[in-house]
């Protein structure tokens, strides 16, 4: 980490030394399977291989992957299929099973290009920190966080720099829970999951500091940057997500599908909320970005400096995820997909630990191009 965020961490609001985009346990001591794609075209031809590692050494050959909803098994490694859906894959290695299943979506549509380049030749690209808020409709302190961010956001600068994110994780009545990512404590804010920034009795005096954090990371060049191009069939949401590096790297990419306008009655212990803290925005719906036991993103290997990476994501929202058997549209209370968009960034991997180096907030009804300098 940069002398200057080293400094800008000493002035933050620190409570703990964890880092919510580490690993909760080494992924050298366990055993995780992961997939090439997790979105194909089922014409029977385009395919999703996995891979199954423990301790740190490749055991594909050895695992048996099974389909978690049925437990009948894959032909080895390889997924193909002529039937669109979502597909939710283990892998079990001796006494050894993975409990989180990866799932590969299957459309019965052509898979979308990257978004056009407007400038192949060109690296440098507009920078921005990627804002994690932890927080819950049932967290009666979480106003004076969502308070402090609103007044943040009143700085075009501040607004401009940033994409915000706000994972519900804090409790399961929330209308826009979801069970990870979770921070330590709560309320919680992260700062491209690298600089911690927490609950202060009086938020407020604190925003020279989260600016002055926001502005420090975004002064260094960008290291990457992301494009997205989506598609949207029906209820089946496919968006390529694009990858340029600026500087030599090992990069990671994640994709966090987001709902705005998500009505739940906002508890308030500070006496400070009125109506409009009980509409929540940015509220992360789908965190797909986990891999092993971290949400940090999915490796994309070396890119070279003017090379690229992508990877497909996918959402269904018509895909019945609730225990009473409503899909995702009718769980969610979805009336307008476009209160649907998505945070697409870019990690490196300290240690244990993932650091954004950019990240872009993308609509669904567009193609969101590289942004340059």
């Not at 009666?140 to 961010?149: E, H, K, S, T, W």
């Not at 990877?311 to 018509?318: K, N």
């Not at 991997?349 to 872009?360: A, F, I, W």
Request: hydrophobic share 35%; glycine share 8%.
């Amino acid at each position: 980490m940069k002398l200057a965020s080293l400094l800008l961490m000493s002035a933050v609001m620190l409570i703990s030394c964890d880092k919510t985009g580490g690993d909760d346990t080494s992924m050298d001591a366990r055993f995780y399977i992961s997939s090439d794609k997790n979105v194909i075209q089922s014409n029977g031809s385009d395919a999703a291989t996995f891979t199954a590692v423990l301790d740190g050494k490749d055991v594909t050959s050895e695992t048996t992957f099974y389909f978690k909803d049925t437990m009948s098994p894959l032909k080895g490694n390889v997924l193909t299929t002529d039937k669109a859906g979502v597909y939710n894959v283990i892998g079990m290695y001796g006494t050894f099973y993975t409990e989180d299943p990866i799932s590969v979506t299957a459309v019965n549509m052509p898979v979308p290009a990257p978004a056009e380049d407007p400038a192949a030749s060109n690296t440098s690209f507009v920078h921005r920190a990627f804002l994690v808020q932890y927080t819950g409709t049932g967290c009666q302190y979480c106003p004076g966080m969502i308070r402090a961010l609103r007044a943040a956001f009143e700085d075009e600068e501040t607004r401009n720099m940033s994409v915000h994110s706000a994972v519900h994780s804090y409790n399961a009545g929330d209308p826009a829970y979801i069970p990870g990512p979770k921070a330590s404590g709560y309320p919680y804010l992260e700062i491209d999951m690298a600089l911690p920034f927490s609950y202060d009795k009086d938020p407020e005096a604190k925003l020279g500091v989260l600016k002055q954090a926001v502005s420090g990371r975004v002064a260094e060049p960008a290291k990457v940057g992301i494009s997205a191009n989506p598609t949207l069939n029906g209820d089946v949401l496919v968006v390529t997500v694009e990858v340029k590096a600026a500087e030599d790297g090992e990069y990671n990419l994640g994709v966090w599908f987001m709902q705005d306008d998500v009505y739940g009655q906002q508890t308030d212990g500070l006496g400070i909320a009125d109506n409009s803290y009980n509409y929540h925005e940015n509220c992360v719906r789908s965190a797909d970005s986990r891999y092993g036991n971290t949400y940090g993103g999915y490796p994309l290997g070396e890119i070279k400096a003017g090379m690229t990476a992508k990877r497909t994501f996918s959402l269904d929202f018509s895909e019945v995820i609730g225990e009473d058997g409503e899909t995702r549209k009718e769980l969610w209370k979805l009336k307008d997909m476009s209160d649907i968009h998505l945070a697409a960034f870019v990690t490196v991997k300290d240690g244990r630990y993932y650091e954004v180096v950019n990240v872009v907030d993308c609509p669904i009804d567009q193609p969101t191009p590289y942004e340059y300098k």
